[in-house]
């Protein structure tokens, strides 16, 4: 697991360049796969009616944080690039990850001894997916203070990618506690708080389907605009 502090986390992920294997499918292939953990292989959940479904062994393990008491935030992060091409006569029209999300959250009550100096503890965590926009950034998905194993799903759809598109997909885990505190004549007394978040069974699902054919509308704009440039070039010779 990276533990590292949530702003490095988020201004700087890190990324260590373990290349994976190539996958080819009837209308995908996905190539130059690299992701920020060791992985030797990807494995594919699933592939049929324009549905490819892939994942990583460590992506399975790599989010599993936790912090009791009023130690730093903990962070884990996983980033998968690759480049997808549709074949011939398909586009790309979206991509998904679904994964589990369980946590916890715990602050103790206030003591019968502790006085009006009270701080209550604190405790949160938080789940995010990212995934391409289309439009050369990010955009997220995520789910906050979860108590409960709850799926989490976040899809990017309508999309019509018909070339090679490099892209980097990704899930990002987050927990933070501090402690509850009171003063008292002899000191300041402390109480621990515990939050958790687990992502479990992470996978990025790419959706392809038919190219669509031009309507004769379009075919004929076409052929009027090879008409007017063949009679701009006759007229320049």
């Known amino acids: 697991m990276r533990t590292i502090l949530a702003a490095l986390a ?3 992920p890190l990324f260590a360049q373990a290349a994976i294997p190539d996958v080819h499918t009837r209308t995908l292939d996905l190539s130059s796969i690299v992701d920020n953990a060791d992985s030797q292989m990807l494995d594919v959940l699933g592939v049929g009616n324009g549905v490819v479904t892939v994942t990583t062994a460590p992506w399975q393990t790599i989010h599993h944080d936790l912090v009791a008491g009023g130690s730093l935030p903990t962070v884990s992060e996983y ?20 994964a589990s999300v369980s946590g916890v959250l715990k602050t103790p009550e206030k003591p019968p001894e502790a006085n009006g100096t009270w701080v209550p503890g604190q405790a949160s965590n938080e789940a995010v997916i990212y995934l391409p926009d289309a439009q050369g950034g990010l955009t997220s998905g995520r789910m906050n203070n979860v108590t409960t194993a709850t799926p989490f799903e976040y899809g990017v759809h309508g999309l019509s990618i018909s070339h090679a ?3 980097q997909f990704g899930t990002f885990a987050n927990a933070s506690a501090a402690y509850a505190s009171w003063d008292d004549m002899f000191g300041t007394n402390k109480l621990s708080s515990y939050a958790k978040m687990d992502v479990s069974a992470p996978s990025l699902t790419i959706y392809t389907a038919l190219a669509p054919v031009p309507e004769p509308e379009t075919w ?6 090879v008409a007017v440039i063949g009679m701009v070039k006759r007229r320049k010779h």
């Open 10 to 12: 988020l201004a700087t």
């Open 165 to 167: 598109t490099h892209l």
């Open 79 to 98: 980033m998968l690039s690759m480049t997808l091409t549709p074949a011939t006569g398909y586009v790309i029209t979206g991509y998904s990850i679904s």
């Open 220 to 225: 004929g704009m076409l052929l009027a605009g």
